[in-house]
T-cell receptor, first 113, second 113 residues
Framework: GDSVTQTEGPVTVSESESLIINCTYSATSIAYPNLFWYVRYPGEGLQLLLKVITAGQKGSSRGFEATYNKETTSFHLQKASVQESDSAVYYCALGDHNNAPRFGAGTKLSVKP | GGIITQTPKFLIGQEGQKLTLKCQQNFNHDTMYWYRQDSGKGLRLIYYSITENDLQKGDLSEGYDASREKKSSFSLTVTSAQKNEMAVFLC????????????FGSGTRLTVL
């Protein structure tokens, strides 16, 4: 079945440093699934950060970017300069029409001031 | 906008007890999901439903029943609570199918004594 693997947490970086959270996927039932990053900020519910439905395209939100790479089956989340308010748990996910969405284990990010 | 309401927020049960978790959405979405989240693990699918009265098993369906009697509601029953079990159950919905963005409730935290 489909699966998602992402950087194991927790990850700690200092404010203004760059960040990359790795995500790779395996999709067995569909060639090009939709790819998502969800985020849970402290005290809030899980919500969409960004999504990309076309291979080769990039999605962006709140300064974060992720590019859908079908060759390496990856969807890494990047930010050039993190802020303390980015501290949260980030989940990579894969969705297709035939199966319910699959999620990675989540990566807890702590940004030090 | 809409909202997903999960009740109760906290649920404490005894070993062997049957426990029911409820979820309501006012998005008018077709598809609804139940995920379980354990500490340090990702979201694991228990059941999902693509329309009223439909049920699809996920990876973790054993030990659970689900019911979708109305489009707006999706309930989950733990058929026999396991001692020392602790987890958060997340309900979600998507507009038409499982390739789309999921919208999440705030969760029900289960503790079994």
């Amino acid at each position: 079945g489909d699966s998602v693997t992402q950087t194991e947490g927790p990850v700690t970086v200092s404010e203004s440093e760059s960040l990359i959270i790795n995500c790779t996927y395996s999709a067995t039932s569909i060639a090009y699934p939709n790819l998502f990053w969800y985020v849970r900020y402290p005290g809030e519910g899980l919500q969409l950060l960004l999504k990309v439905i076309t291979a080769g395209q990039k999605g962006s939100s709140r300064g974060f970017e992720a590019t859908y790479n079908k060759e390496t089956t990856s969807f890494h989340l990047q930010k050039a300069s993190v802020q303390e308010s980015d501290s949260a748990v980030y989940y990579c996910a894969l969705g297709d029409h035939n199966n319910a969405p699959r999620f990675g284990a989540g990566t807890k990010l702590s940004v030090k001031p | 906008g809409g909202i997903i309401t999960q009740t109760p927020k906290f649920l404490i049960g005894q070993e062997g007890q049957k426990l029911t978790l409820k979820c309501q959405q006012n998005f008018n979405h077709d598809t609804m999901y139940w995920y379980r989240q354990d500490s340090g693990k990702g979201l694991r699918l228990i059941y999902y439903s693509i329309t009223e009265n439909d049920l699809q098993k996920g990876d973790l369906s054993e030990g659970y029943d689900a019911s979708r009697e109305k489009k707006s509601s999706f309930s989950l029953t733990v058929t026999s609570a396991q001692k020392n079990e602790m987890a958060v159950f997340l309900c979600a919905s998507s507009m038409t199918n499982s390739a789309e963005t999921l919208y999440f409730g705030s969760g029900t935290r289960l503790t079994v004594l």
